[in-house]
């Protein structure tokens, strides 16, 4: 096949000209051009193909052209077409500094955005709500062995407290203990204090703007060779959620020809149901940047875990692998060229015009693709006294920086839902455990809270907290005043990754995709917590076949300002490690496929039950006339 060459290069040069840069190798040019006031707003240009100037010397290895772009400050997390950003790379040199680019921009945009969130709440009316997070399961023991928690939310003003108690996994436990996030907005930035009632202790750092001076001496930002090499070593996954696929309808109650919309009562409120359907969760998996080794070996991991799990639980595979055995393939020059097999020229690739059909810049891709379908259920209420995009989004946002369960929670929720506020919430984490939100005891109307007046009459829902609220206790030793330190969202992933040594097996791995990972559009890798938790359903498997189960105890906290108490373990497993060495999944696999014909029975039971109410009412119309 023969491809014709666009005339209109010079063009397509003025429309380009860092992107050209880039494309030519011109180490002196891409530098006299980020020099340029003008030219440097170019720098997150987007070119035919949906690469920046970064992607593309990425794409094409041009360290040196890549190392100009980070240096200023070029946005290493935008994506390409394919739905990947500047880490896919196959080269060491430039893993360690994209991933050093990216951990800094990403530590700046937390510490930045804090006095703006601040900011946009601080003239909306003052609340206190509580979010109760609940595992459900209907696999024998999943739902006890997995942890639960209510998060206490207090706001006034530009100030904000966080109350909370799952603190993190050690061992085969989980921790709790007693810990607050306090924010307090000022005019000129902000301060956060993380209050360790167990210790006695608060760690205190002021928001301030990070220059770039500053935030290239975030040392400890800097990735370790260890996890240069685990980035080369692996696969490059990415999970993205097709939103264009879901619609949100209303939940139906009643018999077959005789139902209506169903509506609950949710903590004293009026909700309407609504089930999402079509939530369908798309994975690449790239593996062209490793060894003929490595390769063979992920193909062994993947082969090993498949399991009937995949097909009872809506695991769909598809192959959208490049290989050398289609026809366009066989015609690449990638000896001679790696990163430009096709030999595509300049004027090919900046034309939108142009079809490059399957040929592409870049090492041959191998992508893997595949998908997984889930629902979610909703109860919204129209008339809740908290705006979700101006009281509860801006909390939700702040406390994402510093805990993984919201970011996952606030991602969920900014999807476009239904008229209403989400007072329940019950989505899939994984292929048999639902996560169930819950806001209650609004303006502590339900229950009493130490600082918290709760004023409600016909005409007004309203509390006032006192100051007092986001202070903390006398006799607290303050430490780090005034000082950049690393976010408690980085210390809970660390005690995940632990956890994930402790406790991963073959079956855990990018395969099994939580929704919460497709909604953040990151890879398993990035997103450690719920790996835990997969793992646990794994255990209660195994533990219902022994006739010793021990008993999981939770740890709840009062509703005073500030409790103090001693740090508490919820027990979420306790086998021998020796007894693990032999799991007999056949059994457990038989087991998951009888539960789940038995509740299908169940639901054709009742079905075959409404369709004989339905036929005798039919009846009894025709003959009463």
Known sequence: MEYSVPSNIESLRQKYPLHFAVWENDVKLVADLLNDDHTKLLLEQKDPRGRTPLMLAVTLGF?????????????????????FNAVSSSQSELVERVLERRDVQRYT??????????????????????????????????????????????????????????????????????RSFIFKGQDNGAVFMEVDHDLQQVHTDTMKVVSSEISDSLGFLRPSQEIVKTRLSTPTTVTYIDTDKINFERSKTGFIGFRNDRSENVNGYNCKVFTANNVEVVTKTRTEHLSNEEKAKYKEE???????????????????????????????????????????????????????????????????????????????????????????????????????????????????????????????????LNARITFGNIFSFDEDVLGVTAIKDDTVAACVLEDSCFEPPHGYRFLGNDELRQWNYEEEDELMQMAMRQYMLPENSEDQVTLWEALRNQPEADLQSETIIDRAIQESLQEYNRPHSQEVTETTVNSSSFPVSNIQSNQCANEDTSEQTSVDWNYEIQLAIRLSEQQKEAEDKQRQKDDEILEQVLKLSLTEK
């Open 302 to 432: 993947v082969a090993s875990r498949l399991t009937p799990f995949h097909s009872l639980f809506g695991m769909v595979e598809v192959e959208d692998k490049c290989s050398l055995d289609d026809e366009d393939l066989l015609k690449a020059n990638s000896e001679t060229n790696v990163f430009n097999p096709f030999n595509i020229t300049a004027a090919q690739y900046f034309d939108s015009t142009f079809e490059l059909e399957k040929r592409d810049i870049g090492k041959l891709r191998e992508i893997t693709t595949k998908l997984q379908r889930f629902k979610a259920n909703l109860w919204l209420c129209e008339d809740y006294p908290l705006s979700l995009p101006e009281q509860v989004l801006p909390i939700v946002d702040l406390m994402a920086i510093s805990s993984s369960h919201f970011a996952k929670l606030r991602d969920f929720i900014t999807l476009q839902l239904p008229t209403g506020f989400p007072v329940k919430i019950e989505i899939p984490l994984f292929h048999v």
């Open 63 to 83: 360290v040196e052209c890549a190392k100009l772009l980070l240096s200023t400050n070029a946005n290493v997390n935008i994506e390409d077409s394919y739905g």
């Open 109 to 178: 945009n937390r510490v930045d955005g804090i006095p703006n969130l601040l900011s946009k709440i601080r003239d909306t009316p003052d609340f206190y709500v509580e979010m109760k997070w609940e595992f459900t399961s209907w696999v024998p023991l999943v739902s006890r062995m997995c942890p639960s928690d209510t998060y206490k939310i207090y706001k006034s003003g530009a100030n904000v407290r966080i109350d909370t108690t799952l603190l993190g996994f050690d061992h085969s436990n989980w921790q709790r203990g007693s």
